[in-house]
Nanobody, 119 residues
Framework: QVQLVETGGGLVQAGGSLRLSCAAS????????MSWYRQAPGKERDLVGQIIRDGSAGYADSVKGRFTISRDYAKNTVYLQMNSLKPEDTGVYYC?????????????WGQGTQVTVSS
């Protein structure tokens, strides 16, 4: 069983920065991709960005140029560097990992970490 633990959320003023981390644990496994999603109050969970095995990353239009995803393969950890934060970036940020098992791919979610950006 794969566990994901997110850390790094908090309260920050608009224009500030935060760095989120998501560490995967639970034995030996191959991660196909890792992603960050966020969910604002009363809204659906939306994709923020994703990084795949070759290191390529993609981002939602709303965060391009401000957020950067990186990954430490040795630590099975993915990071989300968030700069120039805006109040609309407020929400619970969730980490997702797609793991390649012998029987196929399976997705896992972390518990989420709150990010609040004040104006």
């Amino acid at each position: 069983q794969v566990q994901l633990v997110e850390t790094g959320g908090g309260l920050v003023q608009a224009g500030g920065s935060l760095r989120l981390s998501c560490a995967a644990s639970g034995g030996s496994f191959m991660i196909d991709s890792m992603s960050w999603y966020r969910q604002a109050p009363g809204k659906e969970r939306d994709l923020v960005g994703q990084i795949i095995r070759d290191g390529s990353a993609g981002y939602a239009d709303s965060v391009k140029g401000r957020f950067t995803i990186s990954r430490d393969y040795a630590k099975n950890t993915v990071y989300l560097q968030m700069n120039s934060l805006k109040p609309e970036d407020t929400g619970v940020y969730y980490c997702n990992a797609v793991v390649r098992h012998p029987i196929g791919l399976r997705g896992y979610w972390g518990q989420g970490t709150q990010v609040t950006v004040s104006s």
